[in-house]
């Protein structure tokens, strides 16, 4: 089986996936985004999509194009551009999951400052103000301050950026993360914030194992259906009165505090799937 990993670099998720197809004898190799051509790749059974690396609107166009090409073609990909479209979307993720009855905080996206602060306050004047592409937590900024808010929204604005603004969710501070393989449950861990309030091991979080149960498997494998993705971490975070409430699908996810403190081999599971997949 020929699988190439698509990614900005050979990062340590790279290398897992590397070692996981080597174990299994598959020719796997690592791809740097920034280099393929429209002829790349066209011999390969199965991409396994990693990561996207940063560059010009022509650039990201050009290299989702080629994906939905390679899946046109009838290649295995992981995940689909289409599901990879929704979830490196933050709004467009909003979008899916609540049109799929999903709950999710209370959402307003706008594109000048004006338009902000009035869903400032209509969102009750605490929210989380997050760059609409983005991941582990970093831009994130919770906003009570009416002022400091008027300067964030205005700061934005002038760069030309969207701004998504969601109402903060008084949270016991930790959250749920989901890993969704193939429409079942890898399992789950348990992420509590250390002096921050983002609970993202990336800034400082302490993970542990979470006991699945039925209503949040179910929940996590629902919210990746509504993306369309097959594997995917799922954050869900607890609600003062009760339930979950989810605030993002992660198509691209990072598994190594997840492998850690489960045991599972993530790297090994994604590409048996993968494999699998492309054996049909």
């Not at 598959?26 to 990561?51: G, M, P, W, Y």
């Not at 016991?172 to 250390?194: E, F, N, Q, S």
Request: charged letters at 20%; one cysteine or more.
């Amino acid at each position: 089986m020929r699988i190439a990993v698509l990614s900005g670099g050979t990062g340590p998720h790279v290398q897992d996936l590397l070692r996981a197809g080597r174990e299994l004898d598959h020719e796997i190799e690592a791809v740097d985004f920034r280099t393929i051509a429209n002829t790349s790749l066209t011999d390969t059974d199965a991409v396994i999509v990693r990561t996207m690396p940063a560059g010009s609107l022509e650039q990201i166009v050009f290299r989702m194009d080629h994906l939905h090409e390679l899946h046109a073609r009838g290649a295995i990909v992981i995940n689909s551009p289409r599901a990879l479209e929704a979830c490196v979307n933050k709004s467009l993720t909003t979008a899916r999951l609540h049109s799929a009855g999903m709950p999710t905080p209370r959402t307003v996206v706008v594109q000048t400052a004006v338009q902000a602060l009035v869903a400032f306050e209509e969102l009750g004047g605490d929210i989380v103000l997050k760059p609409l592409f983005g991941a582990e937590g970093r831009g994130l900024m919770r906003i009570s301050d009416r002022e400091l808010a008027w300067r964030a929204f205005r700061a934005v604005e002038q760069i030309g950026g969207v701004l998504y603004l969601q109402e903060f969710v008084k949270h016991p501070g930790w959250d749920v993360r989901v890993v969704v393989l193939g429409g079942r449950v890898l399992g789950a861990m348990k992420r509590t914030a250390t002096d921050d309030w983002r609970t993202n091991v990336a800034q400082g979080g302490r993970a542990e194992v979470f006991e699945m149960t039925t209503t949040i498997a179910t929940f996590a494998l629902n919210a990746a259906k509504a993306v369309g993705a097959v594997v995917a971490g799922v954050d869900l975070l607890p609600l003062p009165g009760g339930g979950f409430t989810c605030i993002e699908v992660n198509g691209v996810p990072g598994w190594a505090a997840f492998a850690a403190v489960t045991g599972i081999d993530v790297a090994k599971e994604l590409v048996k799937f993968t494999a699998a997949e492309a054996s049909r």
